[in-house]
């Protein structure tokens, strides 16, 4: 009988043992599957802080690209007034000629 009794110590010391070992390893697989939602959440703030950076870059391109369309037509424009300041002052010069030849 002692024998018995021994044994059936042993089996739950073992028992306790085991339940303890669970335990502790399912406290690890809570710690794991809290780490990999913590990653998870960094690669998505990651991926939105990347998507947020690439409009940036395509904003500034746009940007770049309508500045220079504006350089350009600002510059088509003092072209222009060039042009019409230089006909304006033919157009004088003719007048005057005219002018001083009726005189």
Same mark, same amino acid.
């Given at each position: 009988?002692?024998?018995?009794?021994? !044994? /059936?110590?042993?089996?739950?010391? !073992?028992?306790?043992?085991?339940?303890?070992? /669970?335990?502790?390893?399912?406290?690890?697989? #809570?710690?794991?599957? *809290? /780490?990999?939602?913590?990653?998870?959440?960094?690669?998505?703030?990651?991926?939105?802080? *990347?998507?947020?950076?690439?409009?940036?870059?395509?904003?500034?391109?746009?940007?770049?690209?309508?500045?220079?369309?504006?350089?350009?037509?600002?510059?088509?424009?003092?072209? *222009? #007034?060039?042009?019409?300041?230089?006909?304006?002052?033919?157009?004088?010069?003719?007048?005057?000629?005219?002018?001083?030849?009726?005189?």
């Amino acid at each position: 009988g002692r024998q018995v009794a021994e !044994t /059936t110590r042993q089996l739950v010391d !073992t028992e306790g043992h085991v339940s303890e070992r /669970t335990r502790q390893l399912a406290d690890k697989q #809570c710690q794991l599957a *809290e /780490t990999a939602r913590q990653l998870a959440e960094s690669e998505r703030q990651l991926a939105d802080s *990347e998507r947020q950076l690439a409009e940036s870059e395509q904003a500034r391109v746009r940007a770049e690209g309508a500045a220079a369309e504006a350089r350009v037509q600002k510059e088509a424009a003092e072209e *222009e #007034c060039r042009l019409l300041k230089a006909a304006m002052k033919q157009e004088e010069v003719e007048f005057e000629h005219k002018f001083f030849l009726l005189a």
